[in-house]
């Protein structure tokens, strides 16, 4: 039983989620139109795809010893009894749109990007949030390592776009089916005679299900006892040795420079060769702008034909954390005044006037005295403050940066704030 005169409970937002508030919201719109036109140019169409999907999308690439799975995955039942997931990363929604859509069969190349929300019940810390967002591209269809080369230079000019600089381009290759399974039987081996020099999770799961993991382990102890473990790059077969070759030389070409990583690695079986990380020099482990690979099984396991596929993804909270912020442009460009009560239906119909011609303005609100509505007008960010009078009094107009005032006619303070082109009245 609440208290009598209780008042009702306040009700915030989930831990581990974020409201983005106009200031913000005005430079994320900035960023995803800066990315839509960069991924536009290298060739992406945009896919939108649901943040709901059937949860064996996602368990059954993941596999059950993954930590998305066992600890991160949003999983529920609908009313109907249906097995649902909120998607935990990119990638799958847009291989399963791909097969559904029989996008394959349609010819050419296809190269997909999406921008959206992603969730993760994941321990809330600084820059992580268990709804963040991402944006990534996916390309279908071309095996070539000039595909490579090409969707991480496109990963470059989206961090240059948005001013994002210093960070170092780390490369491996995961091998492929011809050679990664002996490799990873004799690496199981070299680990398990060290796995008690191991973390938990390294001794146990990653040697079991995913050994190749214990390689990208963050923890100090693991990256000492593995330091000497033999590598795949000793061990690729020819076809992913020049797969290898060819992909430097055309990241070469391109003038973009990479470091090897030989700890680099991606756990799951539909990985295949190439992958890669970009790291801001000044980052911690946990600092990642930009991750991804080639996944050339991924379509054929979630019951596609075949299909060579790359990309990658990027949050993009962490991107615009590490861009310079933007100077933001003045949202509203007048605000409108009424100087004496009665002259504000004078002021409401101006203001209409003003919007209809394409100018973004804000009115002083009505009953509000004339030293109240000019505090309004100085902080809302506006670039002119509009005066009006009773009867047909000409219009004050002031530059708020210079505070230079005139007075115009209506017609002609229209004119001057409309747009070029905007049609007026
Ligand atoms: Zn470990
Ligand atoms: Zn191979």
Same mark, same amino acid.
């Given at each position: 039983?609440?208290?009598?005169?209780?008042?009702?409970?306040?009700?915030?937002?989930?831990?581990?989620?974020?409201?983005? !508030?106009?200031?913000?919201?005005? &430079?994320?719109?900035?960023?995803?139109?800066?990315?839509?036109?960069?991924?536009?140019? #290298?060739?992406?169409? =945009?896919?939108?795809?649901?943040?709901? =999907? =059937?949860?064996?999308?996602?368990?059954?690439?993941?596999?059950?010893?993954?930590?998305?799975?066992?600890?991160?995955?949003?999983?529920?039942?609908?009313?109907?009894?249906?097995?649902?997931?909120?998607?935990?990363?990119?990638?799958?929604?847009?291989?399963?749109?791909?097969?559904?859509?029989?996008?394959?069969?349609?010819?050419? &190349?296809?190269? !997909?990007?999406?921008?959206?929300?992603?969730?993760? #019940?994941?321990?809330?810390?600084?820059?992580?949030?268990?709804?963040?967002?991402?944006?990534? %591209?996916?390309?279908?269809?071309?095996?070539?390592?000039?595909?490579?080369?090409?969707?991480?230079?496109?990963?470059?000019?989206?961090?240059?776009?948005?001013?994002?600089?210093?960070?170092?381009?780390?490369?491996?290759?995961?091998?492929?089916?011809?050679?990664?399974?002996? @490799?990873?039987?004799?690496? $199981?081996?070299?680990?398990?005679?060290?796995?008690? &020099?191991?973390?938990?999770?390294?001794?146990?799961? $990653?040697?079991?299900?995913?050994?190749?993991?214990?390689?990208?382990?963050?923890?100090?102890?693991?990256?000492?006892?593995?330091?000497?473990?033999? &590598?795949?790059?000793?061990?690729?077969? +020819?076809?992913?040795?020049?797969?290898?070759?060819?992909?430097?030389?055309?990241?070469?070409?391109?003038?973009?420079?990479?470091?090897?990583?030989?700890?680099?690695? $991606?756990?799951?079986? #539909?990985?295949?060769?190439?992958?890669?990380?970009? %790291?801001?020099?000044?980052?911690?482990?946990?600092?990642?702008?930009?991750?991804?690979?080639?996944?050339?099984?991924?379509?054929?396991?979630?019951?596609?034909?075949?299909?060579?596929?790359?990309?990658?993804?990027?949050?993009?909270?962490?991107?615009?954390?590490?861009?310079?912020?933007?100077?933001?442009?003045?949202?509203?460009?007048? @605000?409108?005044?009424?100087?004496?009560?009665?002259?504000?239906?004078?002021?409401?119909?101006?203001?209409?006037?003003? $919007?209809?011609?394409?100018?973004?303005?804000?009115?002083?609100?009505?009953?509000?005295?004339?030293?109240?509505?000019?505090?309004?007008?100085?902080?809302?960010?506006?670039?002119?403050?509009?005066?009006?009078?009773?009867?047909?009094? +000409?219009?004050?107009?002031?530059?708020?940066?210079?505070?230079?005032?005139?007075?115009? +006619?209506?017609?002609?303070?229209?004119?001057?704030?409309?747009?070029?082109?905007?049609?007026?009245?």
């Amino acid at each position: 039983m609440p208290e009598p005169n209780s008042r009702p409970r306040k009700i915030q937002s989930v831990r581990g989620t974020h409201d983005l !508030l106009p200031v913000e919201a005005a &430079r994320w719109h900035a960023a995803e139109l800066t990315i839509r036109g960069v991924l536009a140019r #290298y060739g992406f169409g =945009e896919v939108r795809t649901p943040v709901f =999907e =059937e949860a064996d999308l996602f368990r059954r690439p993941l596999g059950e010893g993954s930590d998305v799975v066992a600890k991160e995955l949003y999983e529920f039942t609908d009313k109907g009894g249906d097995r649902l997931a909120l998607r935990p990363e990119g990638t799958a929604p847009v291989v399963r749109a791909f097969i559904e859509h029989s996008l394959h069969q349609q010819g050419g &190349r296809h190269k !997909l990007f999406y921008l959206g929300p992603i969730f993760r #019940y994941d321990r809330p810390q600084k820059g992580r949030y268990r709804q963040h967002h991402q944006v990534g %591209v996916e390309a279908f269809g071309n095996g070539a390592p000039s595909q490579d080369a090409e969707v991480m230079a496109a990963g470059d000019a989206v961090l240059a776009s948005l001013g994002v600089t210093g960070y170092e381009r780390r490369i491996n290759t995961n091998g492929d089916p011809a050679c990664r399974p002996a @490799y990873e039987t004799a690496l $199981r081996a070299w680990v398990a005679e060290r796995k008690d &020099r191991l973390c938990r999770d390294c001794a146990g799961p $990653r040697l079991e299900h995913n050994v190749m993991r214990v390689l990208d382990c963050k923890v100090e102890s693991c990256r000492t006892a593995t330091a000497d473990a033999p &590598r795949l790059m000793d061990h690729l077969c +020819p076809a992913c040795r020049t797969h290898h070759d060819a992909v430097l030389s055309c990241l070469r070409t391109l003038g973009i420079e990479v470091v090897p990583d030989p700890r680099l690695v $991606r756990g799951f079986d #539909y990985y295949s060769r190439t992958c890669f990380e970009y %790291v801001p020099h000044d980052a911690g482990q946990q600092g990642t702008l930009l991750g991804g690979g080639r996944y050339d099984g991924l379509v054929e396991l979630l019951g596609g034909p075949a299909t060579p596929a790359v990309g990658w993804g990027m949050g993009l909270e962490r991107v615009l954390a590490a861009a310079p912020a933007a100077p933001s442009a003045a949202a509203l460009t007048a @605000y409108v005044l009424s100087t004496a009560p009665a002259a504000f239906g004078r002021a409401l119909a101006l203001a209409q006037a003003l $919007r209809r011609a394409g100018v973004a303005c804000e009115l002083g609100a009505e009953g509000k005295s004339l030293n109240s509505q000019l505090r309004a007008s100085g902080t809302c960010g506006a670039a002119w403050a509009v005066f009006v009078g009773e009867g047909a009094s +000409p219009i004050g107009l002031k530059d708020l940066a210079t505070h230079a005032q005139e007075d115009l +006619p209506e017609a002609e303070l229209l004119r001057r704030l409309a747009p070029p082109g905007a049609v007026i009245g």
